[in-house]
Every structure is written in structure tokens, then in C-alpha cells.
Nanobody, 125 residues
Framework: VQLQASGGGLVQAGGSLRLSCAASRRTFSRFFMAWFRQGPGREREFVAALNWSGGSTFYADSVKGRFTISRDIAENTVYLQMNSLKPEDTAVYSC???????????????????WGQGTQVTVSS
């Protein structure tokens, strides 16, 4: 599976962006799709994840209520709608996919088999 992320850019605090992650092939029902980010001088951190088959979603506490992860099954694409952006959201955002994982490990980068390239999101104050 190849993943292609897009949609990053420069936005003012309080603004919105939508990231897209297109998969190269049809995903399977057991797949989990996720977004991670790595800010300047920071470790990579989990942002959000989605169970492809059932649509269950998972979020980091720092983005709950502001970010929404969703999928378009026909387009094999996962989206991350980011609203009320803050300067601390500035990071390189990467999408990832896992063939199958235990739900308790959904936020662990090591649980994901496939990674796309990152897309830069910069939020100015």
C-alpha cells in the first residue's frame, strides 16, 4: 500500500485545513488508518485514527473537538479536517496504515505497517 498525503499549508491561528491521504489500492476491512505529526524539536505523536470497516475513530486529547478524521471508501482516501488551529499544531503531518492492530495500540506508531510522506502544516499566531 502506498499512501500519498496532501493538503498542508500556512494558516493563521483559528483557521482550518483539510489533509488528504490517498491509498494506492483498495484497503481491507481490517485496516486502521491514522495521522501522526512531528513538530519542530518534538517527538512524533499520534493525532487521530480510524477503523476502515466500522468507521470508529480515535483522537489525541490535544485535538479532540477540533480535528475530525473521516474516510471516503470509494476514493480510498482518509481526511483530517483541522479546525480552530493553534500555533502548537505546527508540524509535519504523516498518514499511516495498519493491516490489523489491537485497538489498545492504535496510538502507537510501531503498530503501523505503511507510511506516507509528510505534509507541512504551519499555523501562525
Amino acid at each position: 500500500v502506498q499512501l500519498q498525503a496532501s493538503g498542508g499549508g500556512l494558516v493563521q491561528a483559528g483557521g482550518s485545513l483539510r489533509l488528504s491521504c490517498a491509498a494506492s489500492r483498495r484497503t481491507f476491512s481490517r485496516f486502521f488508518m491514522a495521522w501522526f505529526r512531528q513538530g519542530p524539536g518534538r517527538e512524533r505523536e499520534f493525532v487521530a485514527a480510524l477503523n476502515w470497516s466500522g468507521g470508529s475513530t480515535f483522537y489525541a486529547d490535544s485535538v479532540k473537538g477540533r480535528f475530525t478524521i473521516s474516510r471516503d471508501i470509494a476514493e480510498n482516501t482518509v481526511y483530517l479536517q483541522m479546525n480552530s488551529l493553534k500555533p502548537e499544531d505546527t508540524a509535519v503531518y504523516s498518514c499511516a496504515a495498519s493491516r490489523s492492530l489491537i485497538q489498545s495500540s492504535v496510538a502507537s506508531a510501531s503498530a503501523y505497517n505503511y507510511w506516507g510522506q509528510g505534509t507541512q502544516v504551519t499555523v501562525s499566531s
